[in-house]
């Protein structure tokens, strides 16, 4: 089995029979034998498969199950969401679609930007034919992966909704505030890393509940004429997203499973640093992170309706579909 890579082998497409084109707006992947191919996975779909064959017995299932298990319900819901378009408010709907694309389009260039720490340094058992190895080329597709996925969502939008008016205010901030360190045991550089590497992890997998709430809203036929079109093009989004979660979880648990180097000499268990940084940052997206966006979600949605004829009746609705 083959385990090592160039970075044009992580880069390369397969030979498309035809590309994906929806109203004229090219986008990634393409389609062989009349089925969607995902961007850039000829050789980092079976690389990725080749090095989790690699990894101990449960050690993949260690950093993913918790993450799965704590995935909080999607707000609005798609009912609610429902109800909302029907009686003509479809900004807030609008905004969740939009802040998606944008947040798709910087989501790999975080990745992108992380110095590499030198890894031979900072784990001394070998790391040859692993992801951890990889990382580099990894972080550049995945990169690339989200620039495309901004353009998909942006379409799915456009297509369900018919070209809608844009909020103007919806740029997040990027900027992470200084935090003291978390592991001062091992270096900085390394707990950077890891840290960058497990908050984009669990943003792609709690991205599970947002793919089923937009397929579920943007494929109601009594919403939406292109209803079809646009439950599609979500879906091969979400198809583009398994190798994310899969080289991720992959080197995460290649780390897991040895030892990291200490600043002090000696060595600490990369289990104990993973499994804290992960059941933090988990913790802080399903709890705090979750509850603010509910809360100025909620407050969206009440200043959309602000002037609708039916906004106390509309509003009791919303809240009993919670």
Same mark, same amino acid.
């Given at each position: ?17 035809? @590309? ?73 709907? +609008? ?22 720490? @030198? ?82 992890? +669990? ?17 109601? @036929? ?101």
């Amino acid at each position: 089995m083959k385990y090592e890579y160039s970075h044009d082998e992580i880069l390369a497409e397969h030979p498309y029979e035809r @590309p994906l084109v929806l109203d004229g707006i090219p986008c990634h992947g393409g389609f062989v034998e009349g089925r969607y191919v995902s961007p850039r996975t000829l050789w980092r779909a079976p690389a990725i498969e080749a090095w989790q064959a690699r990894l101990p017995a449960g050690e993949l299932d260690a950093v993913l199950g918790p993450i799965g298990a704590a995935v909080p319900p999607h707000f609005p819901s798609a009912a609610q969401t429902r109800l909302l378009v029907r009686h003509g408010v479809t900004v807030p709907l +609008v905004r969740l679609l939009s802040l998606i694309a944008i947040v798709e389009g910087f989501g790999g260039d975080v990745l992108r930007v992380v110095a590499l720490p @030198p890894l031979g340094a900072r784990v001394p058992d070998p790391i040859d034919g692993t992801a951890l190895a990889h990382l580099s080329s990894l972080f550049e597709a995945h990169a690339r992966d989200e620039a495309g996925h901004r353009r998909m969502w942006e379409l799915a939008r456009d297509i369900a909704l018919d070209r809608p008016v844009v909020p103007k205010d919806l740029a997040p901030s990027v900027t992470s505030p200084a935090a003291p360190r978390l592991f001062p045991a091992i270096a900085a550089d390394l707990e950077a890393l890891i840290l960058r590497m497990l908050g984009v992890l +669990v943003i792609e997998v709690f991205a599970v509940a947002a793919f089923r709430w937009a397929k579920e809203v943007l494929g109601d @036929p009594s919403l939406f004429r292109r209803h079809e079109e646009a439950r599609t093009l979500i879906g091969y989004i979400q198809q583009d997203e398994t190798p994310h979660v899969g080289y991720l979880a992959t080197a995460l648990a290649e780390l897991r499973c040895r030892s990291l180097a200490g600043v002090s000499g000696g060595t600490v268990p990369g289990r104990e640093v993973i499994d804290r940084a992960r059941d933090l940052i988990v913790g802080f997206q399903a709890g705090p992170r979750h509850r603010a966006n509910v809360e100025f979600r909620t407050q969206v949605v009440e200043r959309c309706v602000a002037d609708h004829p039916r906004r106390e009746a509309l509003l009791a609705e919303f809240r009993a579909l919670g």
